[in-house]
Structure formats: structure tokens, C-alpha cells
């Protein structure tokens, strides 16, 4: 059994984000005489998946569903996680690209106004000129990723 400070030492968080976790229902202590909170194996095991699931990028509200569900639903939301960090990526990728050619060619002449094309819409073929991918090569990946959850 591991007092609060002892605890907060040994995650490396605050022990006002210990008493947080434990009064929104995400791990559970017991109690001293004294009313001071104790952590058991149990409690640090608890602890130490919050934080993993923290550092994964998942937010409280999604951390405490994932607590409660079973190994299927817990891929489930991995494998949603992955999803849309592969589209982050794709999105990161692509502005990544366009400040490529910034750099390399500088600011693209501005549309004329007789062409009829939006500022707005130059700036996306641009971007799509330099090779970001398209919808349906991310449909396909969240399709492989079901495909593996299914298998597993």
C-alpha cells in the first residue's frame, strides 16, 4: 500500500491528479482511519493504464469507457485511434508538402479573375498537385484495420 505522496512520486503525476482519477471514478482507494487515500497493487496497475492510454492521445472521458470495456471494444477505440491519427498524418503530410513548395517555388501567382477559380480553390490543387493522399486510399486503410481487428 502506497500513501498519495508515495504514489505521486512513483507515476511521476501530481497528487492532486491522483485525488482527480479517484473522485471522477476512474481508479478506486481505500482509505486510512484518517480519511487518507492508500493505492494498492490494483490501484497502480489502474494508474499506470490511465497514463498509458493518456500518452496514447485518448482523452479522460474516452479513458474511463475504455476502462470498462471489454478486449474487443478496446481495440475498437485503438484501432479508431489509429484511423484518425493516420489521417492527422495524411493532413500533416499534405501541409507539409505545401510549405515545400512554398519554400521551393515561393507564392504561386493568385488566380485571374476571368479564370472564375476561387483563391481557396487554387490553394487545393496546389495542394493536391503535390501528392496528398486522396479519400479513398484512407477508406481502404480503415478497411485493412477492421479487417485485422476481425482477424484477431
Known sequence: MKKTNEMSKLAGVSKRTLQYYDDEG????????????LYDRQAMERI??????????FELKEIR???????FEKNYYFRKLIRELREEINDLRGQLQFVSLIVEQGIP?????SSGITYTRRI?????????????E??????EDISNLKEQ
Request: aromatic share 6%; glycine share 6%.
Open 26 to 37: 476512474l481508479l478506486m482507494t481505500e482509505r486510512t482511519k484518517d480519511n487518507h487515500r
Open 48 to 57: 499506470w493504464e490511465i497514463l498509458v492510454y493518456k500518452e496514447m492521445g
Open 138 to 143: 484512407l477508406v481502404l486503410e480503415f478497411q
Open 124 to 136: 487545393a490543387e496546389l495542394r493536391k498537385e503535390r501528392g496528398v493522399k486522396k479519400a479513398e
Open 109 to 113: 501567382e493568385m488566380p485571374d479573375e
Open 65 to 71: 469507457e475504455i476502462l470498462g470495456a471489454s478486449k
